[in-house]
C-alpha cells in the first residue's frame, strides 16, 4: 500500500492505494480524479523536468529548458545527466530541440527560451 | 600612578578579591603593573577582580585569570602564507588597520620614511572601526584630566578639517541628550562642570518646545534637553579607508592579510616581526591592534594591561524612516554603570538611516560579532519609544563590535617605557573613531622622535593632504549627477537599487588606491547591499562587476575574505558535448 | 520633457500586462524597467506552471515572460531598460518622474503612474535569526539566480528555512543539481507553499518537511557551518531544550515576500498594513489619484496569472483615468480580520462606471466548509461555498455592485460555516 497527497485541487486529499488482485483498493480520496490521481501515482508516475543546459555565452551561461512531454518519475536524474553533457554553441528560439527523443523516452529536450529576444536591446 | 611596589598594597587587593571575588585568585607585581592568575568559575567574578585591582597604584592590570571549562579561541589569522614580506625593511610598522592606525599612517605619510602598515583582515575597518554609530562625541562623557577626555575633545574639533581633507562627508549633527525632571535638577551643574573642564564648546539647556523644533518627532515624556552642538556624524569605515588611502598616496604601504604572529626583541629593542607572508625587520613598531593591542604588548614582552571586549549591538532601521531624525538623541538610563559608554540611542547616519543602540556588554570573545535576541531585543525596547513613529519591522539588520577597554578605562597613547622602540595606541574604545585624528597627531610625534636617534628624518616636500573620495552621486544634485553621467556613463546604471548605487561606484571601490575585491569590502566603500534587500537583488551583478574589473572568477569571489565564497561550485562540469552545428 | 499619458514602473508580467493594456485602451504609454532585460523574476524562475489560467497552458518562467515580451514589442510599446526612477513629484495634475539611465538624468511627465516593482524577500535579520554571519546565507530568489542563471550552486549541503514557494523549488532544483537538501524548515504548523510543490518538489525527492520548527542560530566564521533548530511552540517561540545542532555549509531562506512600496510612500500612498502595498479601490487607482498599484506590488500573490490579471485591469484604469479625469467617492470594504488575511481591493469607487469588482483574498487560516459572503445594507452580492480554504492559496471572486443601492454603505465581507 502506498499513501499520496493528491494535488488535483487544494483539499490535498490524502489517499491510500493497495494493488488488489483485480485493480486497486483507493481509499480517502473525495472525487474520482483523486482516484485516477492515485492510480496513476501508484503505477507510472510521470513528471515533467524543468532545468537549464550550458551555453558558451558568456552573457548567457545557462539557458532554460524542459522536456516536452512528461517523463517516467524515476528517469529523472538519468535524464539530468543526459542534460549536463551538453554544451550549446548557437542561439535557440522556444520549442528549439535540444536533445531529441532523450534516452528513449519519447519526450524530446527543448528551449524555453528566445534567446534573441532576451539579447535584443530594447 | 606610576609608583613601584608599596610595601603591603598587594597583600591588601589580595585580601579584598578574596574576600569579594574567589580565593582562586592570585595576585602579584610583574615589574610596575599587577598582575592576576588563576581559576574562577564565572567570567563576571574575572571582571570584577579585574576591577578591584585598578587604579590601585599601579601602571596597570594583567589579568590572565580563567575561567574553568572555558577555553577562549585564539587570534583569527588568514589561511594564506606567502613570502611578500619577507626580509622587508621599514622605518615604521604599524600594527592594525583600524581607524587610529590608518590615521597614524596617514600623519606619518608627511615624513621621508617607510611605512607599513598591516592588518590582519581582508579589508580596513573590520573590527570595531567599523562596528560603531559614526558619532564623533563632543567630549562631554570621559572623565575629566582622563587621555580621553583630551584626545576627545581635541580629535572633535580636527574632524572638520580632515573630513574636508579627505573628502569624506561629515556633519556636525550635534546630540541632543533628554531629561525629565529630577534627572535634569542632579545632572545638569555636573554637565556644566564637566564641559568647561574637558573644553566642550557650545553646551546648552534646550526646553521642551526648543528640543521639539530641533526633533519634532521623538516622544513627549521629556521635559528639556542638552544639546551639545559640536557632535559630529561620519561613515566610521569611509573614514579609516580615507586615512588609509591618503598614507598610501603619499607613499606609505598597506599590506592586508597580514597578520603579526610573533615578535623577536633583543636587548630590550624589536628586530623583527614575523607575519605570515614574511619577517619584517621594522625600525620602530606602533601597536594600535584594537582588541587584540594587549597581545602585540605581549609578544614585545611589553604587556601592562588587559584588553576586556565589551560588545556593542547596533541596529540599524530602514532609510525611509530617516526623514524622522535629524540628529542623534538620547535618553540617558539612571543607573549606569561607570565602564559602560552613556547608554546608546538613536542616532542619524550620514547615509541617512538610523541606527539604534548601542548597548554594552562584559563578554570574554574579541572577535565573536554573533547576536542574540535578548540583546536586541532590550534594545528595541530600551530605545524604540524615543521615536514612536519607528516599529521593529523597520529593522533591516543589526550587528555587534567589540569596544577595546582596558581596566583602566582610559586610552594608552604612549612610548613603550620597556621597549625602546614600540609605540602603544591601545585601549582604544568610544570615542576613538572621534579622538583618531589627535592621536594620531601625538602618536607621529611621538614616532619621529624615537626615529630621530636612529636616522635623519626629513618632512615630505610633496605631501598631499588631500583625497578625492568615489562620487556618491545619489546625493548629487541632478545637474551635478548628469554631468557625471556624461562623462562616465556606468555612473548611470543602478545596481543596488535600495541604496540608489551605479555601477560606476562598484568599479571605482574596485580600482581604488587599496585594491578591494569582496562584497563586503566594496559595501564599506559605496554600500551596495546596504538597503532593505540587504544585497538579495544587487549580490550577482556586483559579483560580475568584480569579475569583469578585478579579473576573477566568481569562484574566488568572498564575501568578506579568507573563504567566504559567493558560491561553491559551477554546475553541470561535465558539459562536454559540444552542441551547436546542427 | 517627454510627455505621456501613462508610465509604468516595472516590465516584469504586471508591468508588462498593465503597459498592453494602457496602450490598447489608447493611452500613450511607457514602461520603465531597472534591470537590464524585461520580464522581471520570471526570467529565473524555470519552472513551470505558470500560464494555466491566462493561457490555458502549462508554461515556464521564461515562456510566460516571452509572450508578453512579444506582444509589447509588436505594438511597440516603449521599454527603457537599465533606466531607474529615483523620485516622482506631482506638479500640478501631471506626475514628473526624475530617470537614471546611462544617458543621463531626464524628466518624464505622466498624467497617470502604474507602480508595478514588485516585492522583495525577506533576509535572516527580519525574522530575527541570530548567530555569526557568515557567507552561504541567503534568500531563495538569490538562490535561484546563481543556479538558474549563473550556474553555479551556492552551496553543497544545505538546509531551507521557510516553506514558501520559491524555497520548495530550489530545494528541487538544487537537488536536480546535486546539491543536498537536508531539510526545510517551517516555524508555523503548516506548510506556506503550494500543496503542489511539497508533493513535486519536496515529496519527489525524499526532501524532509519539518514543521513547528526554526533556525536559531547560524554557526561559522567565513561560511555556514551548521545551525542551531528548535521545536517552537504555539506562539512560534522556541522551546529551550530543543536545540539541536545541524551540519550544512548554506542556509536558504524563503519566509515571505514583502511588496516593494518605496516610491509610493514617497507620493504618500498610504499602505495596507494588512497587505503591505498600497489601498487601492476596483480599479487598482491607490488612495492618491492618478497613481495605480498592481502586481506582487500590491499584495503577494501565488499565481502570476492573477499578477498579469491586475496589471491588465490598472492598466485600463490608468489609461482611462489619463483621458478624463474623475472625481472618487470610495467607500470602503469591510473584512473581520479574524478570518481573513486580506482582501484587495480595500475600497470601492461608486463614482467610477466600473461596477464589476475583481477581489482577491486569503484566509487566515486552514477553514473546511465555509460560505464567503459579500453583502452591501442587506443586499448580498455574492456568496460561495467553500470545501477547504487554504491561507497559501488565494482566491478570486468577482462581483458586481449597484451603484445607487451602495451610496453611503460600505460592502462588507463575511465567513460564515455551513
Known amino acids: 500500500m502506498e499513501e499520496f497527497t493528491c ?86 528560439k522556444s520549442n528549439d530541440i535540444i536533445i531529441e527523443n532523450v534516452l528513449g523516452t519519447g519526450a524530446n529536450i527543448v528551449s524555453t527560451c528566445d534567446m534573441e529576444l532576451i539579447f535584443k536591446e530594447e | 600612578m606610576n609608583g613601584g611596589a608599596v610595601l603591603g598594597r598587594i597583600e591588601k587587593i589580595q585580601g579584598e578579591i578574596i574576600n569579594s571575588v574567589s580565593k582562586n585568585i592570585f595576585c602579584a607585581e610583574k615589574r610596575n603593573s599587577i598582575l592576576l592568575e588563576g581559576e574562577v568559575e564565572t567570567y563576571e567574578e574575572v571582571i570584577k577582580a579585574g576591577k578591584l585591582a585598578t587604579n590601585r597604584g599601579y601602571k596597570g592590570v594583567i589579568n590572565n585569570i580563567k575561567v574553568k571549562g572555558l577555553t577562549l579561541p585564539s587570534r583569527k589569522h588568514p589561511k594564506l602564507i606567502d613570502n611578500k614580506l619577507e626580509r622587508k625593511k621599514v622605518d615604521v610598522l604599524i600594527i592594525g588597520g583600524g581607524v587610529i592606525g590608518s590615521a597614524i599612517a596617514r600623519e606619518l605619510s608627511k615624513w621621508e620614511i617607510s611605512i607599513l602598515l598591516i592588518d590582519k583582515e581582508d579589508d580596513l575597518a573590520v573590527h570595531a572601526s567599523s562596528r560603531n554609530n559614526g558619532m564623533i562625541h563632543p567630549g562631554i562623557d570621559p572623565n575629566p584630566k582622563t587621555k580621553k577626555a ?175 531624525l535629524n540628529s542623534i538623541v538620547s535618553k540617558p538610563a539612571i543607573n549606569q554603570s561607570k565602564s559602560g559608554t552613556k547608554g546608546g540611542g538613536v542616532t542619524k547616519t550620514i547615509d541617512g538611516n538610523i541606527l539604534v543602540g548601542p548597548d554594552a556588554v562584559e563578554q570574554p570573545f574579541k572577535e565573536d560579532y554573533s547576536t542574540n535576541k535578548e540583546n536586541i531585543d532590550n534594545i528595541i525596547n530600551k530605545h524604540f519609544p524615543i ?97 557625471y553621467i556624461k562623462k562616465r556613463p556606468d555612473y548611470g546604471i543602478i545596481i543596488c537599487r535600495c541604496e540608489e ?74 558539459g562536454g558535448a559540444q552542441f551547436g552545428i546542427l | 520633457m517627454e510627455f505621456y499619458d501613462v508610465v509604468v514602473l516595472g516590465a516584469g508580467p504586471a508591468g508588462l500586462a498593465a503597459g498592453l493594456s494602457s496602450y490598447e485602451e489608447g493611452a500613450n504609454t511607457l514602461i520603465i524597467e531597472r534591470e537590464k532585460y524585461p520580464g522581471g523574476i520570471l526570467k529565473q524562475c524555470i519552472h513551470d506552471g505558470f500560464g494555466l489560467v491566462e493561457f490555458k497552458e502549462r508554461l515556464t518562467g521564461p515562456e510566460y515572460a516571452e509572450r508578453f515580451i512579444k ?115 517551517e516555524v508555523k504548523n503548516s506548510p506556506s507553499g503550494l500543496t503542489r510543490n511539497i508533493v513535486q518538489c519536496l515529496n519527489d525527492f525524499s526532501i524532509p518537511l519539518y514543521l513547528s520548527k526554526t533556525i536559531t542560530k547560524i554557526s561559522g566564521d567565513d561560511r555556514v557551518e551548521g545551525v542551531e533548530i528548535c521545536d517552537v511552540d504555539e506562539n512560534m517561540k522556541p522551546i529551550k531544550g530543543t536545540e539541536k545542532f545541524i551540519e550544512c555549509d548554506g542556509v536558504i531562506l524563503s519566509v515571505g515576500l514583502i511588496p516593494e512600496n518605496e516610491i509610493a510612500e514617497s507620493l504618500n500612498v498610504e499602505i495596507d498594513n494588512a497587505t503591505k502595498g498600497p489601498y487601492v479601490d476596483q480599479n487598482f487607482m491607490t488612495k492618491v489619484d492618478g497613481i495605480f498599484s498592481c502586481g506582487n506590488a500590491l499584495h503577494v500573490n501565488d499565481l502570476v496569472d492573477y499578477v498579469t490579471e491586475s496589471g491588465r485591469l490598472a492598466g485600463k484604469s490608468a489609461a482611462k483615468y489619463a483621458s478624463s479625469k474623475y472625481k472618487r467617492a470610495l467607500n470602503p470594504i469591510e473584512i473581520p480580520l479574524n478570518k481573513f488575511l486580506y482582501a484587495v481591493p480595500q475600497y470601492i469607487d461608486i463614482n467610477s462606471d466600473n461596477n464589476k469588482v475583481v477581489m482577491y483574498l486569503r484566509s487566515r487560516d486552514i477553514v473546511k466548509n465555509v460560505k464567503v459572503i459579500i453583502k452591501s445594507r442587506n443586499e448580498i452580492l455574492y456568496e460561495k461555498r467553500y470545501t477547504h480554504l487554504n491561507p497559501p492559496e488565494m482566491e478570486r471572486i468577482v462581483f458586481d455592485f449597484n451603484r445607487s443601492s ?9 465567513m460564515q460555516e455551513g
Open chain 1, 7 to 92: 494535488i488535483i485541487c487544494p483539499n490535498g486529499c490524502k489517499i491510500k492505494v493497495e494493488k488488489i488482485e483485480d485493480g486497486f483498493k483507493v481509499e480517502g480520496n473525495i472525487c474520482k480524479r483523486g482516484y485516477e490521481f492515485a492510480i496513476n501515482e501508484m503505477t507510472n508516475p510521470k513528471r515533467s523536468l524543468c532545468t537549464t543546459v550550458k551555453t558558451s555565452y558568456k552573457d548567457f551561461p545557462r539557458l532554460p529548458v524542459k522536456t516536452d512531454r512528461e517523463i517516467p518519475k524515476d528517469m529523472i536524474f538519468k535524464v539530468m545527466e543526459e542534460i549536463n553533457k551538453i554544451n550549446l554553441t548557437h542561439m535557440v
Open chain 2, 150 to 324: 583630551y584626545y576627545n575633545v581635541q580629535g572633535n574639533k580636527l574632524y572638520s578639517k580632515v573630513a574636508k581633507e579627505l573628502d569624506v562627508s561629515f556633519e556636525r549633527c550635534g546630540n541632543i541628550v533628554l531629561y525629565d525632571a529630577w534627572y535634569g535638577k542632579i545632572i545638569s551643574p555636573v554637565l556644566k562642570l564637566r564641559a568647561r573642564l574637558n573644553g566642550v564648546e557650545g553646551m546648552k539647556y534646550l526646553s521642551k518646545r526648543e528640543t521639539k523644533e530641533l526633533e519634532p518627532y521623538i516622544y513627549d515624556d521629556f521635559i528639556g534637553s542638552v544639546i551639545f552642538p559640536t557632535t559630529g556624524i561620519v561613515s566610521p569605515y569611509k573614514m579609516t579607508i580615507a586615512f588609509a588611502e591618503n598614507a598610501v598616496l603619499n607613499g606609505a604601504e598597506v599590506s592586508l592579510n597580514t597578520a603579526a604572529l610573533s615578535i623577536k626583541c633583543e636587548d630590550r629593542k624589536i628586530i623583527y616581526v614575523d607575519t605570515n607572508r614574511g619577517r619584517i625587520f621594522p625600525k620602530i613598531v606602533i601597536n594600535a591592534a584594537g582588541v587584540h593591542a594587549d597581545e602585540i604588548a605581549e609578544m614585545a614582552d611589553d604587556r601592562f594591561f588587559t584588553i576586556h571586549p565589551r560588545k556593542g549591538h547596533i541596529l540599524i532601521l530602514d532609510k525611509k524612516k530617516g526623514q524622522f
Open chain 2, 387 to 483: 521615536l514612536p513613529l519607528i516599529s521593529p519591522s523597520d529593522i533591516i539588520t543589526y550587528f555587534s563590535g567589540n569596544r577595546a577597554a582596558t581596566y583602566e578605562e582610559d586610552f594608552i597613547i604612549e612610548k613603550s617605557e620597556y621597549v625602546k622602540n614600540l609605540i602603544h595606541a591601545a585601549g582604544i574604545q568610544s570615542p576613538g573613531l572621534a579622538s583618531a585624528p589627535a592621536i594620531a597627531l601625538d602618536i607621529e610625534k611621538m614616532a619621529v622622535e624615537v626615529l630621530s636617534t636612529m636616522m635623519e628624518v626629513k618632512p615630505k616636500e610633496k605631501w598631499n593632504p588631500y583625497r578625492k573620495g568615489i562620487p556618491e552621486l545619489f546625493k548629487m544634485s541632478e545637474k551635478e549627477r548628469n554631468e
Open chain 2, 501 to 574: 548605487i551605479s555601477k560606476g561606484e562598484i568599479v571605482d571601490a574596485i580600482n581604488s588606491p587599496i585594491p578591494v575585491n569582496s562584497l563586503d569590502a566594496i559595501k564599506r566603500r559605496v554600500r551596495p547591499g546596504m538597503g532593505r534587500c540587504q544585497g538579495a537583488f544587487c549580490t550577482p551583478s556586483v559579483a560580475k562587476i568584480i569579475e569583469e574589473n578585478a579579473n576573477k572568477n566568481i569562484l574566488e569571489i568572498t564575501k568578506k575574505g579568507g573563504e567566504s565564497y559567493l558560491v561553491v561550485e559551477e554546475t553541470k562540469k561535465g
Open chain 3, 71 to 185: 506582444m509589447v514589442r509588436n505594438k511597440k510599446i516603449p521599454i527603457l531598460t537599465s533606466t531607474f526612477v529615483t523620485s516622482i513629484k506631482k506638479e500640478e495634475e501631471i506626475f514628473i518622474l526624475s530617470v537614471v539611465s546611462k544617458d543621463g538624468i531626464i524628466k518624464v511627465g505622466a498624467k497617470a503612474i502604474i507602480l508595478a516593482n514588485g516585492c522583495r524577500e525577506r533576509t535572516s535579520k527580519q525574522i530575527g535569526i541570530h548567530g555569526t554571519r557568515p557567507s552561504g546565507v541567503m534568500t531563495a530568489g538569490l538562490a535561484q539566480y546563481f543556479v538558474n542563471i549563473m550556474g553555479y550552486l551556492p552551496c553543497k549541503k544545505c538546509i531551507i528555512l521557510g516553506s514558501g514557494d520559491i524555497g520548495l523549488i530550489m530545494a528541487r532544483r538544487l537537488t536536480l543539481e546535486g546539491a543536498k537538501v537536508l531539510g526545510v524548515y
Open chain 3, 406 to 414: 451602495l451610496n453611503d454603505y460600505s460592502i462588507k465581507i463575511l
